[in-house]
């Protein structure tokens, strides 16, 4: 069974289905079709990652989670990524691929992104794949009852940026909200248009 590949993008449609290619049958509710390669829906799955991670901390007294290291590791690969989504989308042609390469690897918070996203996927950084000198992945710790891998109640994560030159502890979801604010800037000076955040009322995605 092949699915037809939709011609609109972000519009309703109606899905078509060839069977055979000798009958089609048209799925009659409306749905929502968007191709698979825009960098803004790079974008928003960031954000949701972010959304998320900042969900399982409890930071907001809500219900925390140890699922926060991983969406912690998932979170600095989404936003590391959207230079490859902003360069591979076929539509992006305000911005060159040498200058999506160029910003990326000379932002002080994206170069830690980096180093985040790429340590968590090899385990260990070469000299030469390492854009900061030593910063890694750190600690996890977290408040809450019961067995440390099986844990009845978790009331707040910390997942650490690791940052030998640093006096301060950081959290990496306040690093890698850092990195997204510094692409949020500098696309939209490049005349790219952000999509826009869908934060709950109330919250802030940086704060404490």
Same mark, same amino acid.
Do not use: F, M, Y
């Given at each position: 069974m092949e699915e037809e590949e939709p011609v609109r993008v972000g519009f309703t449609a109606r899905r078509l289905w060839r069977i055979h290619d000798e009958s089609i049958t048209v799925m009659s509710e409306p749905r929502r079709v968007a191709r698979y390669d825009r960098w803004e829906h790079q974008w928003m799955r960031m954000i949701r990652w972010h959304r998320r991670t900042l969900?399982?901390?409890g930071r907001h007294g809500g219900q925390a989670s140890l699922d926060a290291e991983d969406f912690s590791d998932a979170?600095?690969?989404?936003?590391?990524h959207l230079k490859d989504w902003l360069?591979?989308?076929p539509?992006?042609?305000?911005?060159?691929?040498? %200058? !999506?390469e160029t910003f990326a690897n000379d932002d002080p918070a994206l170069k830690v992104a980096a180093d985040l996203a790429n340590g968590t996927k090899h385990v260990v950084l070469s000299a030469t794949g390492s854009r900061t000198d030593d910063v890694r992945m750190g600690h996890v710790h977290w408040s809450g009852e019961g067995d440390p891998d099986d844990p009845?109640?978790?009331h707040r994560v910390w997942v650490y940026v690791d940052e030998p030159e640093r006096g301060d502890r950081r959290e990496v979801v306040d690093v890698a909200w850092e990195a997204i604010e510094s692409w949020r800037k500098w696309l939209t000076e490049q005349g790219l %248009? !952000?999509?826009p955040d869908r934060v709950r009322?109330?919250?802030n995605p940086a704060s404490r």
């Open positions: 969900d399982a901390t979170l600095c690969q989404s936003v590391w360069k591979n989308d539509r992006q042609t305000e911005i060159g691929s040498s %200058e !999506v009845e109640g978790v %248009e !952000v999509p009322p109330g919250s």
